[in-house]
């Protein structure tokens, strides 16, 4: 066969496997279609067809047609990643910044300090730190991805609870947008290069004066061109900053960061969003299962993975209850915001692979990264859907907090 048969065979096996199994195994009420696409590209990779078909995974995964999906996998997170920045609504979090930045603080922190504890564990084995990380960076790195929040699937999962526009489910999406520019924060600092600092202090200056020139652009552009001007802005960004030496996902979060969802519609912006998940995503995630690793040993990898699934949700947990405490929560209401911020879908395994890409993780420790994220994501549905209820009952999630 060419390349682009094998590359289409490819595609097919992509489209084709997990559709078949959202479908015929009805999986939707515990793992949603994108769940099930990551779960199949972790199926597809190495660690599992990879090991039980060696030869048909090299046919088939050829270093040619796994560098086409590459390309095809950043194109579909960089636009992923830049609805995600545009999502975020920075002036309602402003306007009940005490509670937010209460909720967000405790919520983000103690899953780091429980994931930076696991760090430190793992730290004592071999295999599990990446060649190019400082011990701080390793442990940071693990620590942050234990506590991110996965803002736009958290948008799709509170959709399908019927919560995303009233007042609950609101407030989540404050909690969650803080904590998402806290990460991508802590990120580039995780990245920061001391050898090439001048290039990440010239992106940064030139990033914040070309936003007032972008901004005002935007403004007086028609919508029909504000599309593809933001799209000419998101490459730009994204240039800019992995020739900075931080991450091209790093500058495509920011490129989202500084727009308006006004200039675009919300309902143009939730299609898209809908659209790259569709068409570019399920890409990504076999793009993704093929650097799973098991070569630590399978066993290995699956208690690591439970051990930051652990320090995840507990984490989570006990930093939103603590939040009802100090803000006077109704009763039920910290169990719901905590599990529902629990959530790490795409962007915990987005920003594994930028560790990964870094050298600070190893693939062993991705895996189990990755794993964590699917655990996370899958327990969500059903341990919130009877908490909500009984919510509801309650009139507790008609009424806004203070």
Do not use: C, E, N
């Given at each position: 066969m060419s390349t682009t048969e094998i590359y289409l065979l490819a595609m097919l096996l992509i489209f084709v496997a997990p559709f078949l199994v959202w479908r015929l195994c009805k999986t939707d009420y515990f793992a949603p279609l994108a769940i099930v696409q990551i779960i199949m590209g972790i199926v597809l990779g190495p660690g599992v067809v990879g090991a039980v078909f060696p030869e048909y995974h090299k046919f088939v995964f050829n270093p040619d047609v796994v560098k086409t999906l590459n390309g095809v996998a950043q194109w579909g997170v960089m636009l992923f990643v830049m609805l995600a920045g545009i999502e975020l609504d920075l002036k309602a979090t402003w306007k009940y910044r005490r509670e937010s930045i209460t909720t967000a603080g405790l919520s983000l922190g103690l899953p780091l300090v429980c994931g930076c504890a696991a760090a430190v564990l793992l730290m004592q084995y071999p295999g599990w730190m990446g060649a190019k990380a400082a011990n701080w960076q390793f442990m940071l790195g693990t620590g942050m991805a234990c506590a991110?929040?996965?803002?736009?699937?958290?948008?799709?999962l509170m959709e399908k609870l019927d919560i995303l526009r009233q007042p609950m489910g609101q407030r989540i999406l404050r909690y969650a947008s803080l904590d998402d520019v806290a990460i991508w924060g802590v990120l580039a600092l995780i990245l920061l290069d001391w050898e090439r600092v001048g290039r990440q202090a010239s992106f940064l200056v030139g990033f914040a004066v070309l936003t007032i020139v972008f901004r005002r652009l935007m403004a007086r552009l028609q919508q029909s061109d504000r599309w593809y001007v933001a799209l000419i802005w998101l490459i730009a960004c994204a240039f800019a900053a992995d020739w900075a030496g931080l991450h091209f996902m790093v500058g495509a979060f920011l490129?989202?960061?500084?727009?308006?969802v006004e200039w675009f519609g919300q309902e143009n912006l939730d299609a898209l969003f809908k659209n790259v998940l569709l068409v570019l995503m399920p890409v990504f995630f076999l793009?993704?299962?093929?650097?799973?690793?098991w070569d630590l040993g399978g066993y290995a990898v699956f208690f690591v993975g439970g051990l930051l699934l652990l320090a995840s949700v507990g984490g989570k947990l006990v930093g939103a209850h603590l939040a009802g405490k100090l803000l006077g929560w109704k009763s039920g209401e910290a169990s719901i915001i905590g599990w529902l911020l629990q959530t790490k879908g795409l962007i915990e395994i987005i920003f594994a692979n930028i560790l990964l890409d870094k050298q600070i993780i190893t693939n062993e420790t991705f895996t189990a990264l990755l794993l964590m994220a699917v655990g996370s994501t899958m327990l969500t549905i059903p341990i919130v859907h009877p908490k909500l209820n009984r919510a509801q009952n309650r009139g507790l999630v008609s009424q806004a907090s203070s």
């Open positions: 991110v929040t996965a803002l736009p699937v958290l948008v799709l490129a989202g960061v500084v727009m308006d793009s993704t299962g093929l650097r799973t690793k």
